[in-house]
Nanobody, 126 residues
């Protein structure tokens, strides 16, 4: 059974940086597209960024382009989200998702991810 464990969230000020990590176990990490999604109180879970299983392609929602970077280390079975220039509107619970060989056309669709972590809270104060 695949398990995902996120870490790295916290309380920061606007303009600060955070690096989220997601540790994967239970299957072959190198065959899964990995995504980061976030959910603010009272809102749906929204796509943030994704990286294809080979690491060759990444995809970002417009609001984080130029500020966030997703990366993966297949040797460490981990995916990361480097978040720079954080804004109060980035405040949310951030979730890591895993989907078997998802292609670019489906990477932003939360329903295509089979496995999810428990989430990590990111709070950005103004």
């Amino acid at each position: 059974q695949v398990q995902l464990v996120e870490s790295g969230g916290g309380l920061v000020e606007a303009g600060d940086s955070l690096r989220l990590s997601c540790a994967f176990s239970g299957d072959s990490f190198g065959t899964y597209t990995m995504g980061w999604f976030r959910q603010a109180p009272g809102k749906e879970r929204d796509f943030v960024a994704a990286i294809i299983w080979t690491g060759a392609s990444t995809y970002y929602t417009d609001s984080v382009k130029g500020r966030f970077t997703i990366s993966r280390d297949n040797a460490k079975n981990s995916v990361y989200l480097q978040m720079n220039s954080l804004k109060p509107e980035d405040t949310a619970v951030y979730y890591c998702g895993a989907g078997f060989r998802l292609l670019i056309s489906t990477m932003a669709n939360a329903n295509r991810y089979r496995y999810w972590g428990q989430g990590t809270q990111v709070t950005v104060s103004s």
